[in-house]
């Protein structure tokens, strides 16, 4: 009996897998790689969007800590291989950048990813607190689960800056009517 249910369960996730990476035109991953020197083209909408043959998946599936650290924190060259070793993209060029993935875990490598948020260094944001306040994940970066390869941020988006923040922090909370957080400078500036 339990081999039977082995055998289902891997057929399964193998099934699951090739569904979760039918691709198409994903040639825009290596491009902006290209362009932008990250070493993967990692599509963030394939991996977070929500369409048909999308994965779905929740920002901290990836970004781990960041309902409990300063940092939100990248993926180990592990945690993206142990779902790429059964997982294989559909298309020549997913098939591509799954070897690069795979290369960096051959040679014990992390992979040197090209930081695109950042605030400044004299002022701090700690994930953890916006995270536990509830705040999604998109309310700063954007919608990423729409994007491909990250690039750069969008100007127009005109986060990352002191008086966006400022003004977030102002918004009345929807139940006391009060400012939602301090805009004390020492909230921001330790």
């Given at each position: 009996m339990k081999t039977h249910w082995l055998i289902g369960g891997l057929a399964g996730v193998f099934a699951l897998g090739a569904l979760a990476f039918v691709q198409g035109g994903d040639t825009e991953g290596a491009e902006a790689a290209a362009e932008t020197g990250q070493p993967i083209g990692f599509l963030h909408n394939q991996?977070?969007?929500?369409e048909p043959g999308q994965n779905n998946m929740n920002c901290q599936y990836c970004h781990f800590s960041a309902e409990r650290s300063v940092d939100a924190g990248i993926p180990s060259v592990a945690s993206c291989w142990g779902c790429h070793q059964v997982v294989a993209g559909q298309t020549e060029q997913a098939q591509t950048e799954i070897a690069r993935l795979r290369?960096?875990?051959?040679?014990?490598?992390p992979i040197p990813w090209r930081r695109i948020y950042k605030i400044s260094d004299h002022a701090h944001f700690p994930h953890m607190r916006h995270v536990n306040a509830g705040l999604e994940c998109q309310q700063c970066h954007?919608?990423?689960q729409t994007m491909g390869v990250l690039v750069e941020r969008d100007p127009a988006w005109g986060g990352n800056n002191m008086g966006w923040c400022i003004e977030c922090h102002r918004q009345p909370d929807p139940v006391t009517g009060e400012a939602q957080a301090s805009v004390?400078?020492?909230v921001c500036h330790y």
């Open positions: 991996h977070a969007g929500a290369g960096y875990w051959e040679r014990g490598e954007g919608e990423v004390d400078c020492s």
